[in-house]
């Protein structure tokens, strides 16, 4: 008994030097977040554009054709709870910042936190990854382990000099990996059940994203900061099958953050300029959507127009 208990010990310590090992190996793995969070701390003061927001502007809006100094802060699935906390991490060191870019979409002010959703485990990345001041270093938050998957997925890349599971963005933080040569074959058949799986139900979250957004927009005002609101095109497929309230819902919210806070919303949802190859998914640009996507803008912001 005592020889099977030392074995047992002897085993189970091994396992757990293997599992910390592992845990340091995928915590030093270079991804977006660590990339963006090392640019920050380097070139923050260079910043005149900084682009916040989830994967519709991760993917959609490229830095280098935005104007000078520009950098992509977003990453996917970053709702504005996460917004503002980066903004406010960062704000002192931009002291050149002029303009944000934030994304409003058909599921922004129903997505629940990070913290709540499927998703939570992105949450691990701006803990570990982007330093972010907001849960303990005690939490599963604090273990790349806690996403057992992604944990072994990383792993396996690690061990395999592949780049799967790694999220990847370009020098200026615009994300990479949603090429039209990656598009899946069926995309535009997708668009009804990616309609389903955003409308969910209007409630307080609500009321706690305006308030995220609202706080973005004050802290913006108070630094002489100017703030744009972006809207992604979307393919037709995912567009008809929209919630019939959670839709004007959306809608009614950004006009009045706009009239509250002075600020302007660029909408190209429905724009028909935008053709098939313009996108990856039915409601995510391809690389050559990005580039019309992020022309536009950049064109709206010079002639100071407002696109509704």
């Not at 260079?46 to 490229?62: A, P």
């Amino acid at each position: 008994m005592k020889r099977f208990l030392i074995k047992t010990a002897i085993f189970s310590a091994i396992i757990l030097c293997l599992l910390g090992l592992g845990e340091l190996a995928v915590r030093n793995m270079p991804s977006s977040y660590s990339y963006k969070h090392a640019y920050m701390e380097g070139h923050a003061r260079d910043i005149s554009t900084l682009i916040l927001g989830s994967s519709h502007t991760y993917y959609g809006v490229r830095s280098d054709l935005l104007g000078d100094s520009v950098f992509n802060l977003a990453n996917v699935s970053q709702d504005p709870d996460i917004d503002l906390v980066l903004l406010r991490t960062y704000m002192d060191s931009m002291p050149g910042l002029r303009l944000v870019v934030l994304p409003v979409s058909y599921f922004t002010f129903v997505d629940p936190a990070i913290e709540d959703g499927p998703d939570w485990f992105r949450a691990i990345a701006y803990k570990i990854h982007m330093k972010m001041p907001v849960h303990s270093d005690f939490s599963r938050y604090n273990f790349e382990i806690s996403d057992f998957d992604g944990y072994r997925l990383r792993l396996k890349s690690l061990l395999t000099f592949s780049t799967e599971g790694i999220n990847r963005c370009d020098s200026l933080g615009w994300g990479l990996g949603f090429g039209l040569s990656t598009r899946s074959s069926d995309w535009e058949d997708r668009g009804a059940r990616r309609a389903r799986s955003t409308t969910l139900p209007l409630g307080a979250r609500a009321v706690e994203v305006e308030k995220s957004l609202g706080s973005i927009m004050e802290l913006c005002s108070s630094r002489g900061v100017g703030c744009v609101l972006v809207t992604t095109p979307v393919w037709h497929t995912y567009s008809e099958n929209l919630d019939e309230a959670q839709m004007p819902d959306m809608r009614e919210r950004v006009v009045s953050l706009c009239r509250r806070y002075g600020v302007r919303h660029i909408d190209m949802m429905c724009d028909t300029a935008f053709v098939s190859d313009d996108f990856h998914d039915v409601d995510h640009l391809s690389d050559i959507g990005a580039v019309r996507f992020t022309r536009m803008i950049a064109d709206s912001l010079r002639r100071g127009a407002v696109m509704e």
